[in-house]
């Protein structure tokens, strides 16, 4: 028998021999006493806990420094210097949610403890009543993403690592071509390819084409609709797009990844036919083909063609992400996370996803603030169902306001890497570029129907 066998056994009959005669001191002296264990033990640092934080105030942060209305809720702490933002961006009807955030969402939530985020996620999501609506869902997510900041600041650790830590280096992202026939886009395609970019949306003339072509609509000249009102040939656009894909196909080869918008903008059964004339220029995938009223023609899109489908933009409440993803509708998650109310609802969407091979796709146009994403990386960073990003541009202006944006290198979105979500505001800087209540989304038919979105 071995020394090592032989101890622990010794060691074990020595007790036994002691209980056996009432040693009662022996066996203390041999294994130590309660008060002396207690008086050894040190609690870590984790196991202590942190004292509770209470909600000081909430309020919106407006600024307009690249043309778009943003909105960032800025929620005070009873923790001197403590605060979080969160973006509660709704470009086209900014004021309303404004009003909601300072007049209703303060009130709600001031006294409440800044770290129980699911409870003040339903509480407030039902606090109205009514609810699901883009005004109020923005003003919850400014509020829930700025939680989630505070969080990851007295976490001492980037929102990410919250959400699980990194399933990537960094995050790929899309940027988007333009031109106003097809030989531009591919110009504008290969230069994005010289800056490192894997992944390009082509668009000829914007969504729709509505700016590749010079024909004056009859509604204009009958005087009929607003006079910055746009116009689309929708015959026109969808000849387009098949000649499009193929001329970039042919300058800028097989390798980079191709993505186009249809922006809801046809009929059904005309966006089934355009994107099953796509399939062999092999989209990565196809944006919005259906508006969220015509859900139910993704039956025959999915039995029509093989071509990767991107859907959710106009969503605004979470549980309509629900049938289409167990039934499989499409392959990509495109949800705008303010719309649908911050990072606690859209991570629950990307987990439902990754049942179904789902993969996220969040929006991220220039109508989302910094902050917006800087939320939306951080659970890209942290997801494993991560399908692809939107890439942005923040100018000069832009980045003298947020501290800590973002940033872009060969075709990737990097975070800041400090607790929280990294971005920062500078009050003063963003009231030189007030907001307005202007919004043109209004685009009309030959005869001046009009057409959705």
Request: glycine share 10%; proline share 5%; with cysteine.
């Amino acid at each position: 028998m071995n020394n090592n066998t032989f101890e622990p056994q010794q060691n074990r009959r020595d007790a036994l021999k002691m209980l056996g005669a009432g040693s009662a001191a022996g066996l203390l002296g041999l294994l130590g006493s309660a008060d002396r264990a207690h008086a050894h033990y040190t609690q870590p640092a984790y196991a202590r806990g942190m004292a509770p934080v209470k909600i000081k105030s909430v309020k919106a942060i407006v600024t307009a420094p690249q043309g778009s209305n943003l909105i960032v809720v800025k929620v005070e702490t009873t923790e001197p210097g403590l605060y979080g933002l969160g973006c509660a961006t709704f470009t086209q009807r900014a004021f309303a949610v404004v009003t909601a955030i300072d007049t209703y969402l303060n009130e709600f939530c001031v006294g409440k403890d800044v770290d129980n985020i699911e409870d003040m996620w339903h509480s407030t999501y039902v606090s109205s009543y009514w609810r699901n609506g883009p005004v109020l869902n923005n003003a919850l997510s400014g509020l829930d993403e700025a939680l989630w900041d505070i969080k990851g600041k007295r976490a001492g650790m980037p929102v990410y690592q919250l959400l699980g830590g990194k399933a990537r280096f960094a995050i790929p992202c899309y940027t988007h071509a333009n031109g106003n026939t097809p030989e531009a886009v591919a110009d504008d395609v290969q230069r994005i390819m010289d800056r490192g970019f894997k992944y390009i949306r082509i668009q000829q003339g914007g969504y729709g084409a509505v700016g590749a072509t010079e024909q004056k609509p009859d509604f204009k000249a009958a005087g009929f609709g607003g006079a910055t009102d746009n116009y689309m040939n929708e015959r026109a656009y969808l000849k387009s797009v098949p000649k499009l894909f193929e001329a970039v196909r042919k300058r800028c080869g097989e390798d980079i990844e191709l993505l186009h918008d249809i922006h809801e903008r046809v009929q059904p059964m005309d966006a089934i036919n355009m994107i099953k004339a796509l399939e062999t220029y092999r989209p990565f995938f196809i944006e919005d083909p259906f508006s969220p009223e015509n859900m139910g023609w993704f039956r025959q899109l999915r039995q029509s063609t093989t071509v990767p489908i991107a859907m959710g933009e106009l969503f605004n409440n979470v549980n309509e992400f629900r049938d289409p993803m167990a039934n499989q509708w499409f392959d990509y998650i495109r949800c705008h996370v303010s719309q649908i109310g911050g990072i606690t609802p859209a991570m629950k969407v990307a987990r439902l996803g990754e049942w179904f091979n789902i993969k996220t796709a969040w929006h991220g146009p220039g109508d989302v603030s910094p902050v917006g994403h800087a939320a939306h990386a951080h659970i890209d960073l942290a997801v494993w169902n991560f399908g692809i990003q939107e890439a942005v541009s923040f100018n000069e202006k832009t980045q003298a306001i947020f501290k800590g944006c973002p940033t872009m290198k060969d075709g990737y979105m990097s975070v800041n890497e400090v607790p929280g979500l990294g971005v920062d505001i500078d009050e003063k800087e963003a009231a030189k570029y007030p907001i307005t209540s202007k919004s043109n989304w209004q685009v009309r038919k030959f005869d001046g129907t009009s057409i959705r979105p």
